[in-house]
């Protein structure tokens, strides 16, 4: 299916039924967009996956419309969280259509027609990405679209220039694209347009967000970590009704801080981005968006490095930690996460 997870489908969706499909989380891992890294993270697969599935259940808890289905244990068997008794790295979902966007070149410019999506289209993945802030860490992308003149602080509903490490009053609500070559940041109007929804979803999809963003916040408190922001992804089952899809409240799909550091995929950001191989996918990618081209790797000459291996160790045990304290089950022997953070400061400073 993907860099990260794959996708074993038990029964297909049609045009009006969700199908029948299970996650298999791996241990490989993705930054930047490239695909799978030439390293495995050792435990990252059955952390994600316990993680997802105790936030999804938590979320239904709220009344929350999710496509999870449960926990598949050692026998086979479909089962809740507090119901599985040793790391399981499969999740059974409920499955609906993708509808990918048909990609083409006008003026020597990369485009996408999202003409299949309209209001009256059920059962299907929308083609975005539903983003929550609710700091603004060093490494939000946030500032370098504020100093590219990407995005206004009128967009982002601040009176004032934020600082690096701020915590803001309010979320901010941000979304960009899923189905594209690589992701990109857009408005809400265009959205709206893209995904075909009309005025009230969009205001359902804010709510919606908005109760995710609680719910995940609250478990991270209780863990001692701080939801800095995350993303969700959402879909129409087929009475054209929303509901959250794919998996939340992960390490993959959030940035937590402890004690203003990363405990989140950014660990593995940070390291790459000192690298030559980092620099080249920038510029590659800025390359592709202006000559029109699709397929940006092909033109990377520099394959990503492997990991220094203590950190390697490190992030892996930080996952297994996470899921640990997020969810409050010693499913992992790892240390305690607050350990493995100080020991990766120590690391990164000091490389």
């Keep these: 299916m993907g860099s990260v997870k794959d996708l074993e489908v038990i029964k297909r969706p049609t045009v009006d039924r969700m199908g029948v499909a299970r996650f298999h989380f791996s241990d490989r891992y993705s930054v930047f967009d490239w695909g799978e890294m030439p390293d495995h993270i050792e435990g990252k697969g059955a952390a994600l996956c316990l993680m997802g599935a105790y936030c999804f259940e938590r979320l239904e808890e709220r009344g929350v419309r999710t496509h999870y289905r449960g926990l598949v244990d050692s026998s086979g068997r479909v089962v809740h969280f507090d119901e599985i008794s040793e790391p399981s790295n499969v999740m059974e979902i409920n499955l609906v259509n993708v509808y990918r966007p048909r990609a083409y070149v006008k003026n020597g410019k990369l485009k996408y027609d999202y003409s299949v999506f309209n209001p009256s289209l059920r059962n299907y993945l929308l083609p975005l990405e539903i983003i929550y802030r609710n700091g603004l860490p060093e490494e939000s992308s946030v500032f370098k679209r504020l100093e590219q003149g990407l995005i206004t602080l009128e967009d982002l509903g601040l009176d004032h220039m934020p600082k690096p490490g701020e915590r803001l009053l309010k979320p901010i609500f941000d979304v960009s694209t899923k189905l594209e070559e ?37 478990i991270a408190e209780r863990a001692g970590l701080m939801n800095e922001d995350g993303k969700i992804e959402l879909a129409f089952d087929p009475m054209r009704q929303l509901m959250v899809v794919d998996v939340v409240g992960t390490l993959d799909e959030c940035r937590f801080t402890l004690n203003e550091f990363h405990v989140s995929k950014e660990v593995a950001r940070i390291y790459y981005r000192r690298t030559i191989w980092a620099k080249e996918v920038e ?53 305690k996460l607050a350990d493995i953070v100080r020991e990766l400061q120590n690391l990164l400073a000091s490389s």
């Design 182 to 218: 690589s992701d990109r940041y857009i408005s809400w109007r265009e959205a709206k347009e893209i995904a075909g929804l009309t005025d009230e979803e969009v205001e359902e999809v804010k709510a919606l967000l908005f109760e995710v963003n609680r719910s995940i916040t609250e």
């Design 283 to 335: 510029e590659t990618k800025k390359i592709a968006r202006e000559k029109g081209i699709e397929n940006w790797r092909t033109l990377v000459k520099v394959p990503p490095p492997k990991l220094d291996p203590r950190l390697k160790t490190l992030i892996s045990q930080m996952y297994m930690a996470a899921a640990n304290e997020l969810t409050g089950r010693s499913f992992f022997d790892v240390p």
